[in-house]
């Protein structure tokens, strides 16, 4: 399995960049923060990503699957209250 944050579902070079410069370097550092540490990590750094297209990507990427593979249920869960 890479190492590389860009190898994870629904993580592309710019999500990867930002997330880098939030202080996760690699996937294992993504998956040992999870989804909602990563969230969070990366709208610290940048407030404006608090949105549900990152949210979703991330949890996605989490799982392993894209993020329109998210039970609806969860995708909802998830975006609760954040914009876009």
């Not at 860009?6 to 550092?29: F, S, Y």
């Not at 549900?52 to 995708?75: E, I």
């Amino acid at each position: 399995m890479s190492d590389r944050l860009e190898d994870l579902p629904n993580v592309g070079k710019v999500l990867a960049d930002r997330l880098r410069r939030a202080g996760i370097m690699t996937a294992e550092q993504f998956y040992a923060a999870g989804d909602d540490g990563a969230f969070a990590r990366l709208v610290a750094v940048y407030p404006e990503e608090a949105c549900t297209h990152t949210r979703l990507a991330l949890a996605g990427a989490a799982r392993g699957v894209r993020w329109r593979g998210l039970p609806q249920a969860l995708r909802k869960e998830l975006t609760a209250g954040l914009h876009r």
